[in-house]
């Protein structure tokens, strides 16, 4: 008989969906940065979430971008393999 970890082993290595980590993103970058987002305001590449919004609501997230990636890894730990940087 096999064990349930050997039945469930092939779905340890799924990613969260696109819009599970936007969502995220948005939340991260509002509380850190205090900059309000729409889902889809974010578009993800290679690592990177690339933020379509004003310059100064860039200038903002660039400012806070430390704090902003550290509430995205509190909020979504996994994303910590996913989003390297915000710009």
């Known amino acids: 008989m096999k064990s349930i970890n050997d039945l469930l082993g092939r779905f340890s290595n799924l ?3 696109d819009d599970a980590l936007k969502k ?11 900059v309000p987002l729409e889902k889809k305001d974010i578009a993800l590449r290679n690592g ?4 379509n919004a004003s310059s100064v609501a860039k200038s903002a997230i660039r400012a806070k971008r430390g ?6 890894y509190l909020l979504m730990p996994d994303a ?3 989003i390297r940087d915000i710009r």
């Open 48 to 51: 990177t979430a690339f933020v």
């Open 24 to 34: 995220a993103i948005i939340s991260a970058i509002r509380a850190g940065a205090g």
């Open 80 to 82: 910590k393999r996913r």
């Open 15 to 17: 990613k969260p969906p």
């Open 67 to 72: 704090a902003v990636l550290d509430e995205l």
